[in-house]
């Protein structure tokens, strides 16, 4: 079955801190998925990309999907406390959102 | 607040036992996917159904079983619980059969 690769695993950043994650495939993806989970919640859908070489923007926040389709990444611009939480990357098969495949997640720590 | 609800919010039990996690979408919703989230495993796609039916299999135990009913809310059974169920099972939803989907808070289960 396909793989996806997360990385880095934990990250510790200063608050103001520009942050970086990537997220690469075996496969080729139809759609990438990036959502954050915070501590005791469910994972909340941040930004969706549905075309190679897509780059969108939520706020701070700006993802891209690669242009090969098997990598993405996610930037976080100026971090403040409350971006603390675990990344992850998610792909769905064959362009579909039934079954969503999850990367193993970053941790991020913002220090004060 | 994802509109997604789940009971309970946590469950402790023995191994062998049998337990029920259930699920209400959120209004409007027609599809309902679960998952688990374990240490070693991270989050993985269990089942999906769509106005009662199953829609999509995953990674599901036999041991595992689930259904939806006509209010389109949905149980997760698990039987003959083993060490390693424990884990956070979420579930999801969506407006359709494929698309967005919403996580609830997750039920933990612990098995002793």
């Known amino acids: 079955g396909q793989q996806l690769n997360q990385s880095p695993q934990s990250m510790f950043i200063q608050e103001g801190e520009d942050v970086s994650m990537n997220c690469t495939s075996s496969?080729?993806?139809?759609?990438w998925l990036w959502y954050k989970q915070d501590p005791g919640e469910g994972p909340v859908l941040l930004i969706a990309?549905?075309?190679?070489?897509e780059l969108t923007s939520n706020g701070r926040l700006t993802a891209q999907f690669g242009i090969t389709r098997k990598d993405s990444f996610l930037n976080i611009s100026a971090s403040i406390p409350s971006d603390v939480g675990i990344y992850f990357c998610?792909?769905?098969?064959?362009?579909?959102?039934?079954?969503?495949?999850f990367g193993s997640g970053t941790q991020l720590t913002v220090l004060p | 607040d994802s509109g997604v609800t789940q009971t309970p919010k946590h469950l402790i039990t023995a191994t062998g036992q049998r337990v029920t996690l259930r699920c209400s979408p959120r209004?409007?919703?027609?599809?309902v996917y679960w998952y688990q989230q374990s240490l070693d495993q991270g989050l993985q796609f269990l089942i999906q159904?769509?106005?009662?039916?199953?829609?999509a299999k995953g990674n599901i135990l036999e041991r595992f079983s689930a259904q939806q009913f006509p209010d389109l809310h949905s149980e997760l059974n698990l039987s003959s619980l083993e060490l390693g169920d424990s884990a956070l099972y979420f579930c999801?939803?969506?407006?359709?059969?494929?698309?967005?989907?919403?996580f609830g808070p997750g039920t933990r289960l612990t098995v002793l």
């Open positions: 496969s080729i993806f139809n759609t």
């Open positions: 998610a792909d769905s098969i064959s362009g579909s959102a039934r079954q969503l495949t």
């Open positions: 999801a939803s969506s407006v359709a059969d494929e698309g967005e989907q919403f």
């Open positions: 209004s409007g919703d027609l599809s």
């Open positions: 990309l549905y075309k190679a070489g």
């Open positions: 159904y769509y106005n009662g039916e199953e829609r």
